[in-house]
């Protein structure tokens, strides 16, 4: 229903900034809670940040707390995730999710390409 195109993405030296974006279509995600997540080589796939459209609540995770902040633009269905302060341990390739809530225990999850990020230290 819903496609997502991350960008942004490149390298950058530690104490740097970036900004990722992730632009959707087919569908509207006024609707959708969206989220970032990333994975480095040999990692899991990790939570990075979220954000509800209904409430415009943001959620990080301890790692990234208080250096990037994930934001929305409803007239141009995209969300972005500002990054500062990055360290060399915030590489990994960065995807953009869209959450959608069917039931009480049931969920549709949307996911982009992906977008590598490299932080030098």
């Known amino acids: 229903q819903v496609q997502l195109v991350e960008s942004g993405g490149g390298l950058v030296q530690a104490g740097g900034s970036l900004r990722l974006s992730c632009a959707a279509s087919?569908?509207?995600?006024?609707?959708?809670?969206m989220g970032w997540f990333r994975q480095a080589p040999g990692k899991e796939r990790e939570f990075v940040a979220s954000i509800s459209w209904s409430g415009g609540r943001t959620d990080y995770a301890d790692s990234v707390q208080g250096r990037f902040t994930t934001s929305r633009d409803n007239a141009k269905n995209t969300v972005y995730l500002q990054m500062n302060s990055l360290k060399p341990e915030d590489t990994a390739v960065y995807y953009c999710?869209?959450?959608?809530?069917?039931?009480?225990?049931?969920?549709?999850?949307?996911w982009g390409q992906g977008t590598q990020v490299t932080v030098s230290s």
């Open positions: 087919g569908r509207t995600i006024s609707n959708y809670a």
């Open positions: 999710n869209a959450r959608l809530v069917t039931g009480w225990n049931s969920v549709n999850d949307y």
